[in-house]
């Protein structure tokens, strides 16, 4: 059972020993840096200007996001990720050096996973959060899903559930929401079903598509 699993009722399933758990993040978060600079190295200077939510915000934007976003505190991701979710565009990005294209910006996702795996202290969920939730953007943008471990959209599903403003709850509250391409299900109650992609999406406000109620068969524990 992956370790997010200890913070929320989840389905029940054979016991195995998690003495190597641990909730430092340092290698989901570089994995998912990693894969979406593969992703832009792929998708080249076409990708790079393409729109990457309902807003106007293209890939590019995405990615200086994260990118500035790097070591910033704690308390700020909060208060940026509740105006992402209630749509208030009050964030103002951190200067940066500029990122000329796709190519720069791969080698400086490349680089900050390096600097992730090296470093002595681990890597806190909100910095994997920040990593998932560009990678659904950027994947979404490019027409093409781009790779989360389970343990990582797992772990960001349930920081967000918590964390989730009125609206978001008003929709979650007394299920179960239910991963169909991942190993996790968060929470108790009827299940709320969607792959992990469109789970993030709309935990974090991206959107409006709400997760949907399971089809018969579709679980792989009806009692979750």
Known sequence: MADFARYLPLSQRSRIDERGVTSDRREPTATVLRSIAVALRAAGDRGWHAQADGDAAIVADAVTQ????????????????????????????????????PADAAAALDARAVTIGDRPQPTRLVELDDAVVAAVRIGDALGRPIAVPPLASGAVALRRAAAAPTPIKAVISGHSLHATDAAWTIGHGPALVGTADELIRFLAGIGNCAPRQARGGELDDPGA
């Open 66 to 101: 994260l990118i500035a976003g790097f070591d910033r505190p704690p308390a700020r991701r909060a208060l940026e990720a509740a105006q992402q979710v209630l749509g208030m565009n009050g964030r103002a990005a951190d200067p940066v050096s500029p990122i000329d294209g």
